[in-house]
């Protein structure tokens, strides 16, 4: 008895085998499901080289030697003398790990004993310029004060919820 | 010289090049220009084009070295660069054809490397007709397709390696070489060789 997968491996081997155009587009899709969901399948294709055809593989010539030290020129001069390679990036990470956890540890010391000096009003308070106010509604039984200053026709807007223990501005 | 010796030799040229060695550099130049212009060509479609790829790519690739993962292979990871550099450029002159030109000289096309070889003899020609028409009909294939014939016709890359330079699974490197190549046989038919049929047309 044969069961779905074992006809994916068939199809498999002749992609493997070089004879990727004999499958159907609906067969393509299939393979592609299974190669996708199957690691073991996946690596019987990953060290093949696809067929060539000879229809598709006619190569326009190549750059003359006068074109190549052209690009050469340009790539030798725009090239920095000395790159950082992976390791000295690693060392200097491996350097810089510790640093970086004693600077945290610092600035958590400082944030620990100046949070308790700050201290907040109850109320936030929010200062607003070019605001025209054409409403003003009020839901849940709070209140809303509003003072006028000056001439200038700038207001304030104070809002007190119901137990008048918190307001806003 | 078997594999692993080249690869071994090749990191060596890549520490070199790191610590700026310009003959490792110019050795890397030589070793991938060609394979890295063939790429590029099929991508861009213009020879101007993937000479300024491959000169940006390698400008690039020695700027990050320190970034090249000794697993991957250099070939791959320059490829990679070349790729996404091509698809880029692709990219940015579609956007700029979209700005409608009278002349139509952005129309991509392959234009003879050296630029005065059109004397050259018959066979030469001939050779050149035929990249030329192939040039023309993998210009008509979507990017994704584009990138993955590209790699392929170079001839010696693997699934895997296809799929690690384009950054897809090996099934999708399946699935677009299959359909690029199916339309490419349709658009060629005539170049089919005696007895051979393309499939399913």
């Avoid at chain 2, 660069?81 to 990219?91: F, K, P, W, Y």
């Avoid at chain 2, 018959?122 to 990249?131: I, T």
């Avoid at chain 2, 199916?182 to 005539?190: A, C, K, M, P, V």
């Amino acid at each position: 008895m044969t069961t779905p997968n074992d006809n994916l491996d068939h199809l498999l081997d002749r992609v493997v085998a070089g004879r990727l155009d004999e499958l159907t587009p609906e067969q393509i899709d299939a393979l592609e499901g299974h190669l996708s969901a199957t690691p073991a399948a996946e690596r019987r294709l990953a060290d093949v080289v696809p067929e060539a055809d000879p229809r598709l593989s006619a190569i326009a010539p190549v750059p003359t030697n006068a074109d190549w030290d052209k690009v050469w020129q340009r790539v030798d001069s725009a090239a920095p003398t000395r790159v950082p390679t992976a390791r000295a990036i690693g060392r200097t990470i491996r350097l810089w790990q510790p640093l970086a956890a004693a600077a945290a540890c610092l600035l958590l010391m400082v944030l620990w004993r100046v949070a308790p000096l700050r201290t907040q009003p109850p109320w936030e308070l929010q200062l607003s310029g070019d605001v025209v106010v054409h409403e003003l509604e009020i839901f849940g039984g709070d209140s809303a004060f509003v003072a006028y200053s000056d001439d200038d026709g700038s207001a304030v807007i104070w809002v007190f919820e119901e137990d008048e223990s918190q307001g806003g501005a | 010289m078997d594999r692993s010796n080249v690869d071994s030799l090749e990191l060596q040229l890549v520490e070199q090049a790191a610590n700026g060695g310009r003959d490792a550099r110019r050795e890397l130049f030589e070793r991938h220009r060609e394979r890295a212009y063939r790429v590029a060509l099929r991508i861009t479609g213009r020879h101007e084009d993937a000479l300024d790829v491959v000169q940006d790519s390698f400008i690039k690739a020695f700027e990050g070295l320190g970034e090249f993962q000794r697993a991957a292979g250099f070939k791959t990871w320059f490829l990679r660069i070349v790729t996404n550099r091509a698809l880029d450029l692709l990219r940015a002159r579609k956007v700029r054809l979209a700005v409608p030109l009278d002349a139509g000289d952005d129309e991509p096309r392959l234009e003879p490397p050296g630029g005065n070889r059109t004397d050259q003899p018959g066979a030469d020609l001939e050779r050149r007709e035929l990249a030329d028409r192939l040039q023309r009909a993998v210009e008509s294939l979507p990017p994704e397709q584009r990138a993955v014939f590209a790699l392929y016709a170079t001839g010696e890359m693997t699934y895997g390696q296809i799929a690690e330079t384009v950054g897809i699974p090996i099934g999708t490197v399946m699935s677009r070489l299959y359909h690029a190549r199916r339309r490419l046989h349709g658009l060629l038919e005539d170049l089919a060789p005696r007895g051979a049929t393309v499939e399913e047309k």
